[in-house]
């Protein structure tokens, strides 16, 4: 089992940037990734990355605003947001997904952190 700890939420202003942080130990699993849920609304896919070759994936709406990156040194994958409106206000949650691929549906995923809260002011 690997336990996931997501940091650096917190409340923004519109058409600021924050950057999340997951800190993983224990069990290592392949392959990362970054959701979140909104109030009253599905948890939904944001991006996913190889722990080895760093190959990732976004949604195509969010290319460009949203970055993940990953640094093994650390153990720490993040989530980097620009240009942020109140639409993205929610609770992030990274997960782990024992792979091989890049996974881009919650149910593929196992391992879940306890989720961050993000907050965006008009």
């Known amino acids: 089992q690997v336990q996931l700890v997501e940091s650096g939420g917190g409340l923004v202003q519109a058409g600021g940037s924050l950057r999340l942080s997951c800190a993983a130990s224990?069990?290592?699993?392949?392959?990362m990734g970054w959701f979140r849920q909104a109030p009253e609304k599905e948890r939904e896919f944001i991006a996913t990355?190889?722990?080895?070759?760093?190959?990732?994936y976004s949604t195509d709406s969010r290319m460009g605003r949203f970055t993940i990156s990953r640094d093994n040194s650390k153990n720490t994958v993040y989530l980097d947001m620009h240009s942020l409106s109140p639409e993205d206000t929610a609770v992030y949650y990274c997960?782990?997904?024992?792979?091989?691929?890049?996974?881009?549906?919650?149910?593929?995923?196992?391992?879940w952190g306890q989720g961050t809260q993000v907050t965006v002011s008009s």
């Open positions: 224990g069990r290592t699993f392949p392959i």
């Open positions: 990355i190889n722990w080895s070759d760093g190959r990732k």
């Open positions: 997960a782990a997904h024992s792979g091989p691929r890049l996974a881009t549906t919650d149910r593929e995923y196992t391992d």
